[in-house]
């Protein structure tokens, strides 16, 4: 158990909808990474929050959005739903304390299907 | 389980053997590298990680080696066991001064045979 809880675990919706995917990371961790690993992409990173503040972003769509609130869980929301979204989105949490370490502890990742 | 990855590299061991997973690397400017592993269902797991200073490390049963002239990356496993099957990814960071963000490759599938 990596300490990273993500719910829920499966989503299945339909195209043109929004979802909200949520992430409490380990206790202590504050920074909160959203990836997207679909079966053609890969782990694809998304964006980085640390304690409350955007950090870094990468392939994220502008459909969707994310933030990170002072208890400093996270919500990944995902609107205007396509096929092509399916996939697993996994959270991740480090310490991130200023050092550069890369070790980050995933969570078991929430499935959508968008049918 | 997940569906992960159904075009992945699939590398076949036999019980006991040494696997050796490669990773070829995008950015010349990366200065450190993670290998994950990620079982079937589960998110991904850190195993072992290396900085560009150095071309080796060992872990338990895990060696990582690191050529950055031809920015390759390999994970030795000695002694492979039915329980390191799974989806192994190299990572590399291209962030630094307090945050980063990992790229991972495309992952290669490690299947145990007994």
């Known amino acids: 158990d990596s300490g990273v809880t993500q719910t829920p675990k499966h989503l299945i919706t339909a195209t043109g909808q929004r979802v909200t995917l949520r992430c409490s990371p380990r206790s202590g961790d504050l920074s909160v990474y959203w990836y997207q690993q679909s079966l053609d992409q890969g782990l694809q990173f998304l964006i980085q929050y640390y304690n409350g503040e955007e950090r870094a972003k990468g392939n994220i769509l502008e459909r969707f959005s994310a933030q990170q609130f002072p208890d400093l869980h996270s919500e990944l929301n995902l609107s205007s739903l396509e096929l092509g979204d399916s996939a697993l989105y996994f959270c991740a949490s480090s310490t991130n304390t200023g050092g550069d370490t890369g070790e980050l502890f995933f969570g078991e990742g929430s499935r959508l299907t968008v049918l | 389980g997940e569906s992960v990855g159904l075009h992945l590299p699939t590398l076949s061991v036999q019980e006991g053997d040494n696997s050796i997973i490669n990773c070829a690397y995008s950015n010349s400017a990366s200065d450190y590298f993670i290998w994950y592993k990620q079982e079937s269902g589960k998110g991904p797991q850190f195993i072992i990680d290396?900085?560009?200073?150095?071309d080796k490390r060992q872990g338990q049963r895990v060696t990582v080696l690191l050529n950055k002239t031809v920015k390759h990356l390999s994970l030795q496993i000695a002694a492979t066991q039915p329980g390191d099957s799974a989806v192994y990814f190299c990572?590399?960071?291209?962030?630094?001064?307090?945050?980063?963000?990992?790229?991972f490759g495309a992952g290669t599938r490690l299947a145990v045979h007994p």
């Open positions: 990572a590399e960071t291209l962030g630094s001064g307090g945050y980063n963000k990992l790229i």
């Open positions: 290396i900085r560009s200073n150095m």
